[in-house]
């Protein structure tokens, strides 16, 4: 077959109007390719730490919305049938509210404890921020060029777990002539620039233990190798130290637009970090939700705090029933624990009853099979030989793996146990000693019943007992093909399911 050219002449041969359709594809085409030069020059020009941090942005991003979009459609799966009522209903999944409503719950909990300390002459907040060592850091802050101490076998949960655990030695092992003293605190994780998480935090202590306090600190710091940018004793105005959180509770809970909120919500949610955590016991977050969503307590609510109106307006009594989970896969119940919370006066009478159930498994061996395994960040021959280095690691990845919280406190003190047996050339067995009977405790909770009661109406105005939830078995949603997948993916992710005019 002769080749030929596609050209001016022979269209014109064939009667095929060349000017009117291929110019403007042409044209099209530079255009597109301009712009792709363009994009890639910009691409090229940026430094390695920048394209570092637009690629982990964009996966975080990613990872938020294929987990938004998987319980997207769990929630369309489900239908929810009032008995009561006989009517069906559809669960709804708005990101947006559930990610409002989570930034006010911990917005109105921190105000609280802000008015418990103000003017409170006993008591001093103090500013914290730990950072995590130069290992888990990529990249330097100041010069934005690569860590030579960077350790690539870390991870951001590893650093988060490091900061979590050193922040609880803070204010649980406080003590003042050997006698714990009680520390109140609020908590909120942020990433730093190069995506390593950094803790921010306020200590509530009694004036006369401030320098107990501070030296407690710096010897955990010192002890646990942290870096530390800020500690600062607020000793006359505390309110200060509500909008000091707040700052970074914002940036972290409170998008403004949705490649924010993505990002942290892919940061937070393939990290395994819990961004605030409280000492304040006010109210359980998802009791206040649903108390709030069927008295509509905050609606119209001007100047005043919506938990504070919840505590003022309900009675809540919790009951809860504690079962442990035997050998025979029997529940066994071990006791009950009633709380009470809110105003007994109040209009609404709250009636909780929780189950928590605990279960012992046993774990130990698959300590063999995590030890064999390659290219982990761990040797073998350097754990058996009694590398405390290489037992750190290997048990962070166990817990990764087994997705289990290790009492590590007890399994390195039976570590030095089995140096120390090596050092005195005692035969002895890593396994024997530390792994052979290694059990985990799991403790699952679960609301089986929840009422509201209005005193007003005299009538139940909730009873969770009256609503029952089932599949949805004519529920599917298939794609022709992947280009039609992808497409949808990217408008559920865009206007038609995130909008921030819906706020």
């Known amino acids: 077959m002769t080749n030929f050219t596609f050209n001016k002449d022979f269209a014109n ?28 020059k910009i691409y090229k020009n940026k430094t390695s730490f920048e394209r570092y941090r637009s690629e982990e942005i964009e996966k975080y991003k990613k990872v938020s919305k294929q987990k938004e979009f998987n319980q997207y459609l769990f929630a369309k799966q489900i239908i929810m049938t009032n008995l009561s009522k006989n009517e069906q209903l559809s669960i709804s999944h708005d ?21 418990k300390y103000t003017n409170n002459k006993d008591y001093v907040g103090i500013y914290l921020t730990l950072t995590t060592p130069s290992k888990f850091h990529k990249y330097s802050k100041t010069t934005q060029k690569v860590n030579p101490k960077f350790d690539n076998t870390t991870t951001i949960n590893e650093g988060y777990r490091l900061l979590n655990d050193s ?8 003590k003042v002539n050997r006698k714990f003293e009680k520390v109140e605190y609020s908590k909120v994780i942020e990433p730093h620039e190069n995506f390593t998480p950094h803790l921010h935090s306020i200590l509530y202590v009694k004036k006369i233990y401030v320098e107990n306090m501070k030296n407690h ?6 002890k646990n190798e942290l870096g530390q940018e800020k500690l600062e004793v607020v000793m006359n105005d505390t309110s200060r130290c509500f909008s000091y959180l707040l700052k970074y509770l914002q940036k972290t809970t409170k998008a403004t637009n949705e490649g924010d909120f993505h990002f942290f919500n892919g940061w937070k949610k393939a990290n395994k970090i819990r961004i605030f955590t409280s000492s304040a016991s006010i109210l359980n977050k998802e009791i206040y939700r649903k108390i709030n969503n069927i008295t509509k307590l905050s ?19 919790t009951k ?4 442990e989970i035997n050998e025979d896969y029997d529940f066994v119940e071990v006791g009950t624990k009633k709380t009470f919370k809110g105003n007994k006066n109040g209009r609404y009478i709250v009636n909780v009853k929780k189950e928590r159930i605990k279960k012992e498994n046993y774990i130990g061996n698959n300590f063999f099979n995590v ?20 037992f750190n690691r290997f048990l962070y990845i166990f817990e990764e793996l087994e997705k289990v919280k290790l009492n590590k406190k007890e399994i390195l003190e039976k570590f030095e146990m089995y140096k120390e047996n090596l050092k005195n050339n005692n035969k002895t067995s890593l396994f024997q000693m530390v792994f052979k009977d290694l059990k985990i405790k799991k403790i699952g909770y679960r609301i089986i019943d929840f009422k509201i009661f209005d005193k007003e109406k005299k009538e139940l105005i909730y009873n969770k007992k009256d609503f029952e939830f089932e599949r949805n078995m004519e529920f599917e949603f298939n794609f022709g093909n992947k280009y ?7 408008n559920f992710a865009g206007n038609e399911f995130f909008s921030l005019d819906l706020v």
Do not use: H
């Open 13 to 40: 041969e064939l009667g095929f109007d060349y000017d009117k359709y291929i110019d403007p594809i042409v044209e099209k085409l530079n255009k597109v390719s301009k712009v792709e030069n363009k994009e890639t």
């Open 95 to 115: 990101i947006l509210k559930k990610a409002k409503d989570t930034y006010l719950y911990f917005y109105f909990t921190q105000k609280i404890m802000e008015e």
């Open 167 to 174: 922040f609880r030695e803070i204010y649980k092992d406080f």
């Open 217 to 222: 600190i710096q010897n955990i710091i010192k």
């Open 299 to 317: 609606k119209d609510l001007k100047d005043k705090n919506p938990l504070k109106n919840v505590l003022a307006n309900c009675y809540i009594k």
């Open 320 to 323: 809860q029933t504690n079962f």
């Open 371 to 390: 030890l064999n395994m390659e290219n982990k960040g761990f040797k073998k021959e350097d754990i058996l030989r009694g590398s405390l280095w290489d």
């Open 484 to 490: 039609e997948k992808e497409m949808y993916f990217e």
